[in-house]
């Protein structure tokens, strides 16, 4: 069977070759097709860095103009799915109805399941890129109650994707510009990192020539942990807790560091950022922007201040280089947004939805081999069956 390799998590083993993102996590660097992320965040839209990681490029005016014409042409879904959707209990997590919609998303298209043309691509690429916003949106309808919201042509990405999430029937919806900078830039921060468990298991699935929809299913369960995505959640969980438990934020660092107890400080640690994840950096900064225009004064804020700074000059944090991620301020933000703590993760999902694309199809178009790991058996050795009776 020849020698194996062991390297379980893959800490060490490169997956793929690609010419996407580049993040270098010693010195907390990172790129979309070779543009840093601090220069998209502050002036890209999310719309052209879909485009970019799906294209490669940044667009011309009308070739981002045909884009958004092109994702508009799918943003609805089959009035079917709300049968699918009234199905699940009002308690299920909005990620586990979101990964369930998305892969009912087949049955439903199925003329996008079996892709083999760069054309066939990108019609796969932008029916999803229009439907995922909807989808994810009655995610959030469904968790409060409200009746299932449609897509609006006259508003841009993101606008139409807060009008999905919030807008109540009849009712005239103000789009604050502060509010939509805020999430554009969210989405832009998440759109792409390179191999993360996410981005492997939609390789993976994708190996085997499933189709878009059921590879960014796999990649939607992937995130739901809290590990990965999940983290948003569980940041803003935590800092409820410290809170409400006096804001002793120094009682908090000891039970992470104690291996004893499983607790592990959220939102803190990565698994290739051995320095400050860049992400963190911008999200931080805008966090206080958003809380001080839309004039929100969070307690939550100053311990996650108070937490991050005690962290940061702790030995047990420094010797093994574990600073802020990404999910560590983002929580604040989208709470100041009203948009409920389930939700977060759902709102990662958005915002990774072009990267899961644009990996997919790089894995496509290079004609990448079935992913399939090997590994070292450690079970019985051979030994004979044994009748029931006899046991
Ligand atoms: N709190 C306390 N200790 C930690 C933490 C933490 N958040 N993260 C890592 N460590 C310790 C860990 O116990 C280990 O210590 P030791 O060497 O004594 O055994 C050492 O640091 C190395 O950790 P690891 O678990 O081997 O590292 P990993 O690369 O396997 O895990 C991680 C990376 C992100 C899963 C981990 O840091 C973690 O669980 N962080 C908290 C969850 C989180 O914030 N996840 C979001 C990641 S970023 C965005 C995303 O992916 O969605």
Redesign the pocket.
């Not at 809290?226 to 995505?229: C, D, K, N, R």
């Not at 592990?264 to 698994?271: A, E, N």
């Given at each position: 069977t020849g020698l194996i390799t062991m390297d379980p998590?893959y800490?060490n083993t490169g997956a793929c070759e690609s010419k996407i993102t580049f993040l270098d996590g010693e010195e907390g660097k990172l790129m979309y097709r070779g543009y840093p992320i601090e220069q998209l965040a502050e002036k890209s839209s999310f719309v052209e860095v879909m485009y970019l990681l799906i294209k490669g490029e940044l667009p011309t005016q009308s070739e981002l103009d045909k884009f958004i014409t092109d994702i508009n042409e799918y943003n609805y879904v089959s009035e079917d799915l709300i049968k699918i959707l009234d199905a699940f209990p009002s308690s299920a997590h909005p990620m586990g109805v979101l990964t369930s919609l998305t892969a009912a998303l087949s049955a439903f298209n199925p003329k996008v399941v079996d892709v083999t043309s760069p054309d066939d691509m990108y019609r796969a690429a932008v029916t999803l890129l229009g439907k995922f916003p909807v989808l994810a949106s009655w995610t959030q309808r469904k968790i409060k109650g409200l009746p299932v919201n449609y897509s609006n042509d006259k508003l841009s990405y993101v606008e139409n994707f807060y009008q999905l999430l919030f807008k109540k029937p009849g009712q005239e919806l103000d789009l604050d510009p502060v509010i939509i900078d805020a999430i554009d830039k969210l989405l832009i921060l998440h759109a792409d990192?390179e191999q993360?468990?996410s981005t492997s298991s939609v390789r993976l699935v994708g190996s085997s020539h499933a189709g878009l929809f059921a590879s960014i299913s796999g990649g939607i369960s992937a995130?739901w942990g809290?590990?990965?995505?999940g983290?948003?959640q569980?940041?803003l969980e935590m800092l409820e807790a410290i809170k409400n438990d006096g804001g002793d934020v120094e009682k908090y660092l000891a039970k992470?560091?104690d291996?004893n107890d499983p607790f592990?400080?959220?939102?803190?640690?990565?698994?290739v950022y051995k320095n400050f994840?860049p992400r963190a950096k911008i999200i931080k900064v805008a966090a206080d922007n958003v809380l001080e225009k839309l004039g929100i004064n969070d307690p939550i804020l100053d311990i996650a201040k108070k937490l991050e700074k005690a962290a940061l000059e702790d030995e047990?944090?420094k010797s093994?280089n574990?600073y802020p991620?990404?999910?560590?301020y983002s929580g604040i933000i989208y709470k100041a947004l009203d948009i409920p703590t389930e939700m977060f993760t759902v709102m990662?999902a958005v915002g990774r939805l072009p990267g899961w694309i644009a990996q997919w199809m790089e894995m496509r178009e290079t004609n990448q081999p079935i992913g399939r790991p090997r590994q070292l058996y450690t079970g019985a050795p051979l030994r004979d069956y044994v009748e029931i009776e006899k046991r």
């Open positions: 998590g800490k990192h993360n468990c995130l809290p590990l990965h995505g983290a948003n569980a940041v992470a560091k291996k592990r400080l959220m939102g803190f640690g990565h698994r994840d047990y944090f093994r574990l991620n990404v999910d560590f990662f």
